[in-house]
């Protein structure tokens, strides 16, 4: 029986050792963290200490690629988070109420998302791990280093605790996140190492948590899936989640002194107010907070893969954040760890032997996975950064050239464009390459068509009432 190490027990964690436990593999997951995760989703929300999950507390999107995901390869979790609250969200019977033709198409069906915190997701996901024979949990296990053949082709063959010890494996799947220090275990031992690129994401999030007093919507849902904007100088999304809650998340530059604020409660609410698509849910007759603010920086677009004359070494997997991060507010972290990871169980199953094959192998698949999202995220957070620096500084820039389109110019577009929407939305949700919307030319037509016709549907405040506000607010 193949014997598999997983490093790191969040989602992709979880999610690899599920897939892999399938495969007929004896898998143990090793975790820093030493708690037992809590029995219930509130009491997850409310006391589950995660300091290896950084964003266990910030917003999240469970689109359209990871839900079918779920839904057709890891049926029993999607059942137990519906089961446990979860919001099933179908953006085809839920598009925005500005769009003139509504219509579901036949397509839409795979429109499907999830509405729910994350620590419900990952509670869920661990409770159906535990579950499942074959997989073993080791909590409190810190990872050092890996150990390797020491004779014959270099091959990892197990990792090296904190306090020493050696666990021997005949595959080590580094599922440690976005802090992974899998590239610096390979350099101990001289071997080949993937090379990195991060581009700062350049933005700094502040996001709280409410419970919604009423199951119907308190104002409308632009996005499906929740409400929100991307202005000039600032964003502000909310995100539908499990048993009535939702979250808020305003981002901003991380440089914005006077947008800092925004982690003081009565300033995030103040400028919730002003927002005119936010405005609604914060009201007293509408939500109650059940949580503090909790802001989030020091974000990367970061890419890791092997270059093509590379050989990358056998018996050890990168996958997930370990591989690629994006800045969140794109939604495709938790949909493209869970494509990574079934796509290497599916490459596993054909190519059992941890051998330079299978290697080679799971570096393309890693590739063709995360390569076009980050070149997406990197030039759309470029422009963005762009574009909220020359607002707070009180410049205006150029216009675009009559070729060049953007996400906030098409998203402003998909508001009153159904073909612009769904090729966007299913863009948004991973189904879909950022080619089918950037590289084509009839939705750059219709989107400078619809920048010609009207205004935004939905405006936010402009840079200097949100200032006042938040200052007046935090006192």
């Not at 422009?383 to 909220?388: K, P, V």
Request: glycine share 8%; proline share 8%; charged share 25%.
């Amino acid at each position: 029986m193949t014997r598999t190490l997983i490093v790191g027990g969040s989602v992709a964690g979880l999610a690899a050792a599920l897939a892999f436990a399938e495969l007929g593999h004896d898998v143990t997951v090793l975790e820093r963290d030493t708690a037992e995760a809590p029995d219930t989703v509130d009491l997850a929300h409310r006391d589950w200490q995660r300091p290896t999950v950084p964003q266990l507390h910030q917003s999240h999107a469970f689109g359209s690629l990871g839900t079918n995901l779920l839904r057709d390869r890891l049926p029993a979790v999607h059942q137990a988070l519906v089961t446990a609250g979860a919001r099933e969200i179908e953006l085809g019977r839920a598009m925005p109420p500005t769009l003139a033709d509504r219509t579901p198409h036949p397509a839409d069906a795979e429109l499907r998302m999830l509405g729910s915190r994350r620590s419900t997701f990952e509670l869920i996901l661990r409770q159906e791990a535990l579950r499942r024979p074959g997989i073993a949990f080791r909590r409190g296990e810190t990872v050092r280093g890996l150990t390797v053949a020491e004779r014959g082709p270099a091959r990892v063959t197990g990792v090296v605790t904190k306090d020493g010890r050696t666990l021997a494996a005949d595959l080590v799947i580094d599922a440690s996140g976005r802090r992974s220090q899998g590239h610096e275990w390979l350099r101990e031992h001289g071997l080949a190492e993937p090379e990195q690129v991060a581009h700062g994401a350049d933005i700094t999030y502040y996001t709280r948590y409410y419970r919604a007093l009423s199951p119907r919507p308190a104002g409308p849902l632009n996005r499906g899936f929740g409400a929100g904007g991307l202005w000039d100088h600032y964003t502000g999304v909310l995100f539908l989640g499990d048993n009535e809650t939702f979250t808020l998340s305003f981002g901003v530059l991380p440089d914005d002194t006077e947008l800092k604020a925004l982690r003081v409660e009565e300033a995030f609410t103040a400028a919730a107010r002003i927002t005119p698509l936010l405005a609604p849910w914060v009201s007293p007759e509408a939500a109650e907070p059940i949580s503090p603010v909790y802001p989030m920086g020091g974000l990367d677009n970061s890419l890791r893969l092997y270059g093509p004359d590379v050989q990358p070494v056998p018996g050890f997997l990168p996958v997930a954040d370990a591989v690629c991060t994006t800045n969140p507010a794109y939604g495709r972290g938790v949909s493209l760890a869970l494509a990574h990871v079934l796509g290497l169980a599916d490459l596993v199953r054909e190519h059992p032997e941890p051998d330079a094959e299978q290697a080679a192998l799971a570096a393309g698949l890693a590739g063709r996975t995360f390569r076009p999202w980050f070149e997406d995220a990197v030039r759309n957070d470029a422009g963005r950064a762009r574009l909220w620096r020359a607002t707070v500084a009180g410049r205006q820039l150029p216009p675009l050239p009559p070729d060049v389109i953007t996400f906030g110019t098409v998203a402003e577009a998909a508001a009153t464009d159904e073909v612009v929407w769904r090729r966007l939305v299913r863009s948004m949700m991973s189904l879909d390459h950022p080619a089918g919307v950037y590289e084509d030319e009839e939705i750059r037509l219709r989107v400078k068509q619809a920048a010609a016709a009207a205004p935004p549907p939905f405006p936010g405040p402009s840079r200097s009432t949100l200032v006042d506000v938040v200052r007046r607010a935090a006192g």
